[in-house]
């Protein structure tokens, strides 16, 4: 029977930083950019064609206003969806908002409810800024695509990912972590 199921935001938190510092023309330092490409849960959006390395290296790039050249299609993608958190941060808020209120043991109900509820005892949903794939699943944990939830803009409390509610798309994945 699951006890617990946590949302993690640590990236997400630290770019915000990152996207407030760098749409206000403040220089982010190198450190600090090393220590978000380099936090634990960023090993998700990393593959053979986009690393640690070259996360960094976008960042850095965002922060000190300089063109990327000879990029690849990751890179660009993970600029691109950087950019678009710097073009309107109340935008961003209003995405972010919803991921900070998620009370994620609301889904603690439909998970022990489920013939595999004895498979993990603590669940974690993770956000993270990827650049491909939707969402991920590592054992007890879901990782999500914190750049696909979609705000209507003519209605902020509706908040989606991959065109379903964000809690029923979280539950959705939750069932499917279980199955696995």
């Known amino acids: 029977m699951a006890k617990s199921i946590k949302t993690n935001l640590d990236i997400?938190?630290?770019?915000?930083?990152?996207?407030?510092?760098?749409?206000?023309?403040?220089?982010?330092?190198?450190?600090?950019?090393?220590?978000?490409?380099?936090m634990d849960d960023m090993k998700y959006?990393?593959?053979?064609?986009?690393?640690?390395?070259?996360?960094?290296?976008?960042?850095?790039?965002?922060?000190?206003?300089?063109?990327?050249?000879d990029t690849t299609k990751p890179e660009r993608k993970f600029w691109n969806n950087n950019m678009w958190m710097m073009e309107d941060l109340g935008f961003t808020d209003l995405m972010v908002t919803p991921v900070k209120q998620l009370h994620s043991d609301k889904f603690l109900e439909v998970v022990n409810?489920?013939?595999?509820?004895?498979?993990?005892?603590?669940?974690?949903?993770?956000?993270?800024?990827?650049?491909?794939?939707?969402?991920?699943?590592?054992?007890?944990?879901?990782?999500?695509?914190?750049?696909?939830?979609?705000?209507?803009?003519?209605?902020?409390?509706?908040?989606?990912?991959?065109g379903k509610p964000m809690d029923d798309y979280i539950e959705e994945k939750l069932i499917e972590l279980l199955e696995k």
């Open 12 to 38: 997400i938190e630290s770019l915000l930083y990152f996207w407030q510092a760098s749409s206000e023309g403040e220089k982010t330092g190198e450190d600090y950019i090393r220590s978000v490409a380099s």
């Open 45 to 69: 959006v990393y593959n053979d064609e986009f690393t640690e390395e070259e996360a960094r290296r976008v960042l850095s790039s965002i922060s000190n206003r300089e063109l990327l050249s």
């Open 113 to 162: 409810n489920h013939p595999n509820k004895d498979r993990y005892e603590k669940i974690e949903i993770v956000f993270v800024p990827g650049h491909l794939d939707e969402y991920y699943i590592d054992e007890n944990r879901l990782i999500i695509n914190f750049f696909k939830i979609m705000v209507d803009i003519f209605d902020n409390e509706k908040i989606t990912i991959a």
